[in-house]
């Protein structure tokens, strides 16, 4: 089955019962996911017999998905491109690895294990990333040293069987219904595969929560157990001034004295944020990294590039900001 060329990843796949698994150390490596686990969406057809016995194939607005090596038509629901993200399984891997590349953890990527994992002729994947030169100490309830190691994973499928999700922390070992055993997460967030979903916005923020594990372990767990409501995200958005005035419309309307556009944005984040993060600074930290960095425009360069400069230094200038750091009970910058 592995008659290929041999890369890292190939070289070192084993098969279990129709599912691979390949450990290696190259986390450029997406060989394995671009060969056994690639699918092209296929047009669906209705069959119907007309009174004569005459069999006439009608072509549906649905699709279903044909593995590109076995060229097997995989037993998926059908669905609708119109309304489904099929994001190839390589694809997603090489964003991971380019993001992280680009990432504050750049100088750590030498010493890594990557695990790629494919269940159901690659209908569902997993791929796990330890970062050797990264580690958490920990102390177990009877007081013993607990090594953890810093990790990144990720959980996808093509046929929405299971949500994207992204982990990172530092801990030994993570189930797939999401069960951490020891150490603890950093960041953990799932989303339904629909056209809109931005894989990157949350691998962004996964590679963000380990990249404040290593640097600013502190603010970050201050952040995460920080209690912060909707209303008070709010307030400090406006307090901080991140929430602009709206020009000269606001001089004859009080209630459009601040950008209600920009502020409902935020807030939705927010609250994209609360089912895992809790009402808490973290969730509200990651709203605003996520408007910054993932504009709808973020790729159009030019000036829509500037304006995603922008908005990056406004939410620096946000964390900065007294109204921020006092609700955190921090010092004034």
């Known amino acids: 089955m592995f008659d290929l060329i041999r890369t890292n990843a190939i070289a070192n796949a084993k098969e279990d019962g129709g599912d691979i698994t390949s450990i290696h150390h190259d986390l450029t490596d997406c060989s394995l996911y671009d060969e056994f686990a690639n699918f092209d969406p296929v047009p669906v057809e209705a069959i119907t017999t007309d009174d004569l016995g ?74 796990t990333i330890k970062f050797y030169d990264l580690a958490d ?29 992204i982990f990172s922390g530092a801990y030994r070992t993570l189930c797939q219904n999401t069960l951490v055993f020891g150490g603890e997460k950093a960041y953990h967030q799932k989303a339904k595969h629909t056209k809109n979903m931005s894989t990157g916005a949350l691998i962004t923020k996964g590679v963000l929560g380990l990249e404040m594990w290593n640097e600013q372990s502190n603010t970050m767990s201050l952040y995460r157990e920080k209690a912060m409501s909707e209303k008070q995200f709010n307030d ?81 200038n946000l964390v900065q900001s007294d109204a921020w750091r006092n609700f955190a009970g921090l010092e004034a910058a």
């Open 236 to 316: 400090v958005l406006i307090e901080s001034g991140l929430i602009d005035k709206q020009g000269k419309v606001a001089e004859n309307n009080e209630e459009l004295k601040v950008n209600q556009r920009k502020l409902g944005t935020l807030l939705k984040l927010y609250n994209d944020e609360v089912p895992e993060l809790g009402n808490t600074m973290w969730a509200a930290f990651n709203a605003v990294t996520s408007w910054s960095t993932h504009r709808p425009d973020a790729n159009a360069g030019g000036r829509a590039e500037k304006k995603k400069m922008n908005s990056e230094l406004s939410v620096r």
């Open 54 to 127: 005459v069999v006439h194939p009608q072509r549906m607005k649905y699709h279903a998905l044909q593995n590109q090596r076995t060229k097997a038509v995989v037993d998926v629901a059908p669905f609708s491109p119109e309304t489904y993200n099929l994001k190839p399984h390589g694809a997603l891997m090489r964003e991971q690895s380019d993001i992280l590349g680009g990432s504050g953890l750049r100088d750590y990527l030498g010493n890594v294990e990557v695990c790629d994992r494919i269940y159901e002729q690659g209908l569902r994947v997993h791929r």
């Open 137 to 165: 100490v920990s102390r177990t309830r009877t007081g013993k040293e607990d090594l953890s190691c810093c990790r990144l994973d990720i959980f996808n499928s093509v046929d929405k069987s299971w949500c994207f999700q």
